[in-house]
């Protein structure tokens, strides 16, 4: 027996039941996973509509939306909206936004001079909120001497760090750390050969498209 309200009894298709339960939402995250829903099923839903949803919700002070907000007006080309969204999201320390921040700091996108030095202090902050990918950039930073003083050794650290976990970032940082540990950066120790193998095929094993061409180039 099928209660009234439920999906069957409503006629509603799954896809379309989110909308349906969208006037009895009252909390902005309830709204943010909505249009979050609808973006990830975006075949089934109207684009701007979807857009407008994560707007109204940056409007009203959300920073997650901000940030996604000021991704699409980007896209949209519209540059100097997306940098007062972000920057907005950015103010309430989000990591997404300030790792974005980062992001285009260091390319002088959306009409910012490009500056190293702005670029880590961003991706500094959004490590410090534990945002993997922010800490990724900073030790990359750090090993190259981009913005900040070069120090390979507290580089390897961060990799060493970021290896521990199993995602997609792991095996960057596995990778990065594999190339660092066989460049002779870190001395030219057995141990540290070692390492470098060991992570370069971590990395592969992760995925890493660059550590198989790595590999070949050390002869392993």
């Given amino acids: 027996m099928t209660l009234p309200g439920t999906l069957e009894a409503t006629g509603r298709s799954s896809s379309a039941t989110a909308d349906y339960l969208l006037p009895i939402m009252t909390s902005m995250e309830e709204r943010y996973e909505h249009a979050r829903m609808r973006q990830k099923n975006h075949e089934q839903y109207d684009g701007m509509e979807t857009f407008q949803m994560f707007k109204d919700l940056a409007e009203e002070g959300h920073a997650a939306s ?56 961003y991706y500094r902050k959004a490590a410090e909120l534990g945002e993997r990918r922010a ?67 971590e990395a592969e094993y992760g995925g890493e498209p660059g550590a198989r061409k790595a590999l070949d180039y050390y002869g392993l």
């Fill in 66 to 121: 901000q940030c996604t907000t000021a991704m699409a007006l980007r896209a949209m080309g519209k540059h100097a909206e997306c940098l007062e969204m972000l920057t907005r999201a950015a103010s309430q320390d989000n990591p997404r936004a300030l790792t974005q921040m980062g992001v285009f700091h260091y390319n002088g996108d959306c009409g910012l001079e490009a500056s190293h030095e702005k670029s880590i202090e």
């Fill in 135 to 201: 800490m990724l950039h900073v030790a990359m930073m750090m090993e190259e001497g981009e913005g900040c003083e070069k120090n390979a050794e507290v580089a390897a650290d961060m990799y060493r760090e970021l290896t521990l976990d199993d995602d997609p970032i792991a095996a960057e940082a596995a990778y990065h750390l594999g190339v660092l540990c066989l460049s002779g950066e870190l001395g030219r120790s057995i141990k540290i050969r070692a390492e470098g193998m060991t992570m370069l095929k």
